[in-house]
């Protein structure tokens, strides 16, 4: 029985430190793109051709690396099992996660990762709306104060954000997470199927 109780709390505490680990990694995404114009002041520190192209390569790749292990981990965590074991806002994480996923299409497969790409201002404002929600899922639900500071410290404000917006939260937490992943998860797919075909469309030379 302890064994057991170890196993499940380690499981929560691997996927409550996954989830943490996409919101920053989802910031740090963002980040790398708009701080293009430092990237740009340090290449002229570069002299071999070969190494400016692997810097280009890099700042560019590093983005999207971050990117799409955010959108991995989060559809990993996006179930309703797993949303009823830890902390997660709902709906500001799912939905950011639904951002992100859009933004990761558009970079990965219409040039969006390009500054003159048509797509390139979309996929950032759309990664711009993910980590705003997610900043605010996470410092006003996910991180809001505890209950020991709640007993010391009665707020109304504060016991209706915990019990209303944790997925984990019961009963109201609970029921508001099986409605965001009724809504989100489908949509979500319908952004992988998209992203699929227009894949496949890239393989027999189609134009999207």
């Known amino acids: 029985m ?4 170890i196993s499940k709390g380690l499981e929560i505490w691997s996927l409550q430190t996954l989830l943490d680990v996409s919101i920053l ?20 520190h570069l002299t071999l051709r070969v190494s400016i192209e692997i810097w280009d390569l890099f700042t560019v790749l590093l983005a999207d690396v971050f990117l799409v292990l955010t959108v991995l981990i989060g559809f990993l965590v996006l179930n309703p099992d ?10 500001f994480i799912p939905l950011a996660v639904l951002l992100f996923a859009v933004a990761m299409v558009l970079r990965l497969l219409y040039d969006a990762h390009r500054p003159n790409g048509r797509h390139f201002k979309s996929a950032l404002w ?3 709306a993910a980590n705003l929600l997610n900043i605010i899922g996470f410092s006003l639900i996910m991180e809001a104060p505890g209950s020991e ?8 404000f504060w016991t209706f954000i915990k019990t209303h ?3 984990n939260a019961l009963p109201y937490g609970l029921e508001l997470a099986q409605w965001t992943f009724y809504i989100v998860f489908p949509l979500l ?15 027999t030379g189609r134009k999207a």
């Open 189 to 203: 797919l319908i952004v992988f199927i998209w992203g699929f075909f227009k894949a496949m469309q890239t393989f």
């Open 2 to 5: 302890e064994h057991e109780v």
């Open 25 to 44: 990694m989802g910031l740090f995404a963002l980040g790398l793109i708009l701080i293009r114009p430092y990237y740009e002041s340090l290449k002229n």
């Open 165 to 167: 917006f944790c997925s």
């Open 82 to 91: 797993i949303m009823a074991d830890i902390k997660m806002a709902v709906p």
């Open 126 to 128: 759309l990664m711009f």
């Open 149 to 156: 500071y709640l007993q010391d410290h009665p707020s109304v």
